[in-house]
């Protein structure tokens, strides 16, 4: 406490400048940190609880890997490639965001800038949050790392780890770099007016193309794996579901930059879809299937999830009960032109619903899938081609015939069974407390 009786953290400093609003900042924190959550434990957690036990191990050691190997991308390089100044209409210059005066200064996005039509009347200045940006660095950075999560996901069961290992860092590169730009950082779709409020286009949108074509590339599970895939761990899964919903408060209330109204009603927004979704799939799994499916709950909660990201902060909460219940491609259809210019004030941004030029909106919402599904469809291509020449894109049949124990040597549990290689000395001993051995029944083939 100073002679001031104010405390020194809340006074002007070098570590408190002026310009920095520390509920913004630890708003902005917590979100990132909410984000970060969804990956690891969340996804990793309900990985290696949706797959069968032989593949427990590697699902969610995938996952990890991915999130630790963005990290270390985007502060050597990605970061700036997706948000620092401009090179190309689709690309950032890259360079490392590492440094002290880059990091400790205040945030900045500098191709943010939204122009006129004439192409040189700014219409809205460049983003510039109250807080440093270190802050803005973390939080993008695990908006990049649960892309690479979520992908994992269509490859669980057959990709070779080595082979993710490359995938990763290139995908980063190529792909995910050109969307962030594009859309959020300053680039051609976002100067054209295209909306994404919170990565319904650079996050899900590439994450499942770019899944669905390395799939194609890698091929399908082994055939034993195709006919009996049950979830080793239901709780388990539940457990990562919960974070991955409870953590898309940072998701969609950190798009704004700020504690604001916009954050306040993405988060609402965000709950009232999802809830709604995961509803309406339970119905429907019971309608069809006679039976309510937690599995099914499940995949309806991550649909309205997906859903209402890209217009969490900009459509309305009847609007979100709809896409609930719909779930399909509506920022362009229910976009509402007061909350669009709350969150970026760009003229004749609304949705078709409300006419006037919402027909065009839709257009551009239209052109802006179209661009992010053939860049990331030939990029993950090229890619999947280049790994391959280097290390085989999938497992050999043998450890797609075991599973955990044949690529890590490690088991999710201390029980034998499918996933672990046979072992008559292994499993024709039992070792006692005192370390001798007593005989127990040879077991004549292990279990499929």
């Given at each position: 406490m100073s002679a001031s009786g104010v405390p020194l953290a809340?006074?002007?400093?070098?570590?408190?400048?002026?310009?920095?609003?520390?509920?913004?900042?630890?708003?902005?924190?917590?979100?990132?940190?909410?984000?970060?959550?969804?990956?690891?434990?969340?996804?990793?957690?309900?990985?290696?609880?949706?797959?069968?036990?032989?593949?427990?191990?590697?699902?969610?050691?995938?996952?990890?890997?991915?999130?630790?190997?963005?990290?270390?991308?985007?502060?050597?390089?990605?970061?700036?490639?997706?948000?620092?100044?401009?090179?190309?209409?689709?690309?950032?210059?890259?360079?490392?965001?590492?440094?002290?005066?880059?990091?400790?200064?205040?945030?900045?996005?500098?191709?943010?800038?939204?122009?006129?039509?004439?192409?040189?009347?700014?219409?809205?200045?460049?983003?510039?949050?109250?807080?440093?940006?270190?802050?803005?660095?973390?939080?993008?950075?695990?908006?990049?790392?649960?892309?690479?999560?979520?992908?994992?996901?269509?490859?669980?069961?057959?990709?070779?780890?080595?082979?993710?290992?490359?995938?990763?860092?290139?995908?980063?590169?190529?792909?995910?770099?050109?969307?962030?730009?594009?859309?959020?950082?300053?680039?051609?779709?976002?100067?054209?007016?295209?909306?994404?409020?919170?990565?319904?286009?650079?996050?899900?949108?590439?994450?499942?193309?770019?899944?669905?074509?390395?799939?194609?590339?890698?091929?399908?599970?082994?055939?034993?794996?195709?006919?009996?895939?049950?979830?080793?761990?239901?709780?388990?899964?539940?457990?990562?579901?919960?974070?991955?919903?409870?953590?898309?408060?940072?998701?969609?209330?950190?798009?704004?930059y700020a504690a604001n109204t916009v954050a306040s009603m993405s988060v609402l927004n965000t709950n009232v879809c999802t809830a709604m979704s995961l509803i309406v799939w339970t119905c429907l799994d019971v309608i069809f299937f006679g039976k309510p499916s937690v599995v099914g709950a499940v995949q309806g909660m991550i649909t309205g999830l997906v859903c209402i990201t890209p217009a969490a902060g900009v459509v309305q909460g009847w609007a979100a009960l709809v896409m609930g219940v719909l779930a399909g491609l509506l920022t362009g259809l229910l976009a509402d032109p007061t909350l669009c210019n709350l969150f970026l004030p760009v003229t004749n941004s609304q949705g078709a619903f409300y006419g006037g030029v919402g027909g065009a909106q839709f257009g551009k919402q239209l052109a802006g899938a179209l661009f992010v599904i053939g860049w990331n469809v030939a990029v993950t291509s090229i890619i999947c081609v280049a790994v391959n020449a280097v290390v085989p894109l999938r497992m050999p049949e043998d450890k797609l015939l075991v599973g955990d124990d044949a690529v890590h040597g490690e088991e999710a549990y201390a029980l034998w069974g499918d996933g672990e290689v046979y072992d008559s000395t292994k499993h024709g001993v039992d070792e006692t407390e005192h370390g001798g051995r007593a005989a127990v029944a040879p077991v004549a083939t292990p279990p499929n």
């Open positions: 809340y006074q002007g400093s070098a570590s408190a400048p002026e310009w920095l609003n520390k509920g913004d900042n630890a708003w902005q924190l917590t979100a990132a940190t909410l984000v970060g959550l969804q990956s690891f434990p969340g996804l990793v957690v309900l990985y290696g609880g949706v797959v069968k036990k032989k593949w427990a191990v590697n699902s969610a050691f995938m996952a990890l890997y991915a999130f630790a190997a963005v990290w270390i991308c985007w502060v050597t390089w990605a970061y700036n490639m997706s948000f620092g100044d401009k090179l190309i209409p689709i690309w950032g210059k890259a360079r490392p965001a590492l440094n002290q005066g880059f990091l400790v200064g205040q945030a900045g996005l500098p191709a943010t800038a939204h122009y006129h039509a004439d192409g040189t009347t700014i219409e809205t200045p460049a983003a510039e949050p109250l807080y440093p940006m270190a802050t803005v660095v973390y939080f993008q950075c695990v908006f990049a790392a649960i892309t690479l999560v979520l992908i994992a996901g269509s490859l669980l069961g057959r990709m070779s780890f080595l082979a993710w290992m490359l995938f990763v860092p290139l995908w980063l590169t190529f792909s995910y770099t050109v969307g962030a730009f594009s859309v959020w950082g300053g680039g051609f779709l976002f100067q054209w007016g295209v909306i994404d409020y919170c990565g319904g286009y650079v996050i899900h949108l590439s994450a499942g193309f770019a899944g669905f074509t390395a799939a194609y590339w890698v091929g399908p599970r082994a055939q034993r794996d195709r006919e009996r895939f049950p979830p080793n761990n239901i709780l388990f899964t539940l457990t990562g579901a919960g974070l991955l919903w409870m953590g898309w408060a940072g998701f969609n209330g950190g798009g704004p």
